[in-house]
């Protein structure tokens, strides 16, 4: 998709020469986000297998196989159909998913989304509308280790 534009300036004929930019392309001055970061699976896309890597992806097509993408979010948008295992950080679900969710931080199923498997987070949050079926066992974040000094007097403590 092209972002055409025509001087303002010119009369309501158009000039036939445009300045034609891709919509994608950067302007002066912008930047990046994290957000803008994200891979996008589009509608028509079918993919069978393992995504895995790092950067988070927003899924509109078919996916079947499995999600790996531990520190990033995996999006399941309205058109995504997904019959995968996701293990993300996020995972956000408009659409549907069949299989497993491990979401380390967040689980969000929005309205018109449904998830039929079971379910392992430290958040979960379900939308009125949404449909789950399924397991969830809620997690707490695992105890920091302790560190080395204090482990040193710990053991002191307890040989004296």
């Not at 995504?80 to 299989?99: P, T």
């Amino acid at each position: 998709m092209l972002d055409q534009r025509v001087d303002a300036a010119s009369s309501s004929v158009p000039d036939p020469v445009r300045q034609v930019r891709p919509s994608n392309a950067p302007t002066s001055g912008s930047s990046l986000s994290a957000v803008g970061a994200q891979s996008t699976i589009g509608k028509t896309l079918l993919i069978k297998g393992e995504i895995t890597g790092s950067g988070s992806v927003r899924i509109e097509g078919k996916v079947e196989g499995s999600i790996e993408l531990p520190d990033d979010r995996v999006t399941v948008g309205r058109n995504g159909r997904v019959s995968a295992n996701i293990a993300a950080q996020d995972i956000v679900v408009l659409g549907e998913v069949l299989g497993n969710c491990n979401a380390s931080d967040h689980l969000d199923i929005r309205c018109e989304g449904s998830l039929y498997g079971d379910v392992v987070v430290s958040r979960i949050s379900v939308e009125e509308g949404a449909y789950l079926t399924g397991s969830i066992d809620i997690r707490r974040e695992p105890a920091p280790a302790p560190k080395a000094e204090e482990h040193e007097l710990v053991e002191s403590l307890q040989v004296n």
